[in-house]
Nanobody, 121 residues
């Protein structure tokens, strides 16, 4: 099993910044893609940003130019630095990682419990 623990969420004024972190622990051989998703009540979970093991990043439209995703492969940790935050960025942010337990096994998606982010205007 893989456990993901997120941290860094909170209440921030519009225009401010936050840094989210997510660390993986447990038994696994390797982690491939890591990412952050946001969910607002009544809406589907949407991609904020993802990053491959090689460091190639992809961003959702609302995150481009304002958010930066990074990872530390040695620490099995992914970060999301969010700047120039807007009230529309409010939601619960979930960490996602694709991990495999053996060299021959497929990658399995794991999710963190979510960390709330609230941006006041």
């Amino acid at each position: 099993q893989v456990q993901l623990v997120e941290s860094g969420g909170g209440l921030v004024q519009a225009g401010g910044s936050l840094r989210l972190s997510c660390a993986a622990s447990g038994s696994f051989r390797s982690i491939n893609d890591m990412g952050w998703y946001r969910q607002v009540t009544g809406k589907e979970r949407e991609l904020v940003a993802s990053i491959t093991r090689a460091g190639d990043a992809r961003y959702g439209d609302s995150a481009k130019g304002r958010f930066t995703i990074s990872r530390d492969n040695a620490q099995n940790t992914v970060y999301l630095f969010m700047s120039n935050l807007e009230p529309e960025d409010t939601g619960v942010y979930y960490c996602n990682m694709a991990a495999k337990h053996y060299s021959y096994s497929p990658y399995i998606d794991y999710w963190g419990p979510g960390t709330p982010v609230a941006i006041s205007s």
